[in-house]
């Protein structure tokens, strides 16, 4: 009998594969007459139950291309990135280079970064709460050293800019109640997903806004994140910004 180990990973192996099972693996196996079929029931199991995890968590993938064809996609996927943890929650991660790869979806650029995007909802729910920053907090630290110190976005952000109208693309295919066309000509997009209390918000930001929170999850400081930002975006107001999202759940601590 193979070492436990190696049996492990042939039998892995095989169910990534869809060629027949290895002789090496089915010696291993009792021979009923069905050990072949038991095991296709068991590698079909495999295939479709982490797929529908991928249909889960990319719904407006799935919309986009069709149920039929993004089986095919979860299939190829699961076969090439098997999940890694016991739980399905976060399966998917390298969903979105994995359709940028695919040279049949070069005609549907758009869809890695709405893959970012519904990755990024599902991550932001399951993040770590955490407390609102709050007038408190902020009144103890005299102005002149806010500059200069860091200001700490909740553990939820993610940042995502995309060439595409991602944001209206995502927002128009929640559910099947319109059949809206959105140009691609539409422009770039600047995304934020967010989950400051029990719901995951997805705002559609400026490129300073983005450019000013990416650089402060990067551990920038208040002044040298918001520079980087006006470069980018030389209308980008702080001020408005901060008036609108200091104390709004954006932000949890400041350092």
């Given at each position: 009998m193979k070492p436990l180990s190696e049996l492990q990973q042939i039998f892995c192996d095989a169910l990534r594969s869809p060629s027949p099972?290895?002789?090496?693996?089915?010696?291993?196996?009792?021979?009923?007459?069905l050990r072949i079929e038991r095991f296709n029931v068991y590698r079909n199991n495999f295939i479709v139950l982490n797929g529908d995890a991928l249909a889960d968590m990319y719904p407006v993938i799935k919309r986009l291309v069709g149920e039929e064809a993004f089986r095919m996609l979860a299939t190829a996927y699961v076969r090439e990135y098997p999940p890694m943890d016991r739980a399905l929650l976060l399966y998917g991660e390298r969903f979105a280079e994995f359709l940028a790869a695919m040279p049949e979806l070069s005609g549907l650029p758009y869809l890695s970064d709405i893959a970012r995007l519904e990755y990024a909802w599902t991550d932001a729910y399951h993040a770590e709460d955490a407390s609102r920053l709050?007038?408190?907090q902020l009144s103890r630290i005299p102005a002149e050293s806010l500059e200069n110190l860091q200001l700490r976005p909740h553990p939820s952000l993610h940042c995502i800019s995309s060439d595409y109208p991602v944001y209206r693309i995502w927002?128009?295919?929640?559910?099947?109640?319109?059949?809206?066309?959105?140009?691609?000509?539409?422009?770039p997009s600047q995304v934020i997903v967010i989950r400051p209390d029990r719901e995951v918000e997805i705002r559609e930001v400026s490129i300073g806004e983005l450019r000013f929170l990416d650089n402060l999850s990067s551990g920038e400081t208040i002044g040298k994140a918001y520079s980087l930002a006006a470069e980018a975006d030389p209308i980008f107001d702080l001020n408005h910004f901060f008036s609108r999202h200091l104390f709004d759940g954006t932000f949890c601590s400041i350092n």
């Open positions: 099972p290895p002789q090496s693996l089915l010696d291993e196996i009792e021979d009923d007459g709050d007038e408190t927002a128009v295919n929640q559910d099947d109640s319109t059949d809206e066309v959105i140009s691609l000509d539409e422009g």
